[in-house]
């Protein structure tokens, strides 16, 4: 197991959660290329056996507070709930070996033949929406700070790819 592995369950927590793990216990999980602690309420659909393969996991909403009043509020009170049900599918891959090709670009190209992402079939959203002149998302892999590939698909999907290369390993988290 790698030093990617034990800093993994980080990049994937802080990712999905927004930021805590907060009381909830814990459970591990063991890949041949990484380990990853996560709350146990997260449901582990596959894991991944061999270098390529997507460890897939569903994170379910865990709790249901939501500010709809005050300076905190998000949106109107009847447009804040749909988006705090929908879980989400987190599919962690990992590959070995050095590169000198940018993560976003080799991940992107190991991940183009897999049919359940269509991948190819998404639009790219700008780095620099110009909505709101929100600040790009940043995420954290292994302490590195990694900028994702925001896509979308039309009805209802939204994928980020967050690639990075740690060590000798390629990580993707999609």
Not at 40 to 65: I, L
Not at 95 to 110: C, I, L, T
Request: hydrophobic share 40%; glycine share 8%.
């Amino acid at each position: 197991m790698t030093a990617a592995g034990l800093r993994l369950c980080l990049v994937v927590g802080l990712w999905a959660l927004g930021g805590g793990l907060g009381c909830a216990s814990q459970s591990r999980l063991v890949t041949p290329q990484y380990a990853l602690t996560h709350p146990s309420f997260w449901s582990v659909e596959r894991t991944a056996k061999q270098s390529g393969e997507a460890t897939k996991v569903v994170v379910v909403p865990y709790g249901d507070a939501v500010i709809d009043q005050g300076p905190g509020a998000q949106a109107a009170k009847d447009g804040n709930y749909d988006i705090f049900t929908a879980d989400v599918h987190v599919w962690i891959y990992a590959w070995p070996g050095p590169s000198d090709e940018p993560p976003v670009e080799q991940a992107s190209r190991k991940l183009a033949p897999v049919e359940e992402l269509a991948l190819s079939s998404h639009l790219r959203v700008p780095d620099q929406p110009i909505e709101c002149n929100r600040f790009p998302r940043a995420y954290r892999i292994a302490g590195q700070e990694v900028q994702g590939v925001d896509l979308v698909k039309r009805p209802g999907w939204r994928t980020i790819l967050v690639p990075a290369r740690v060590d000798d390993l390629l990580l993707a988290v999609v």
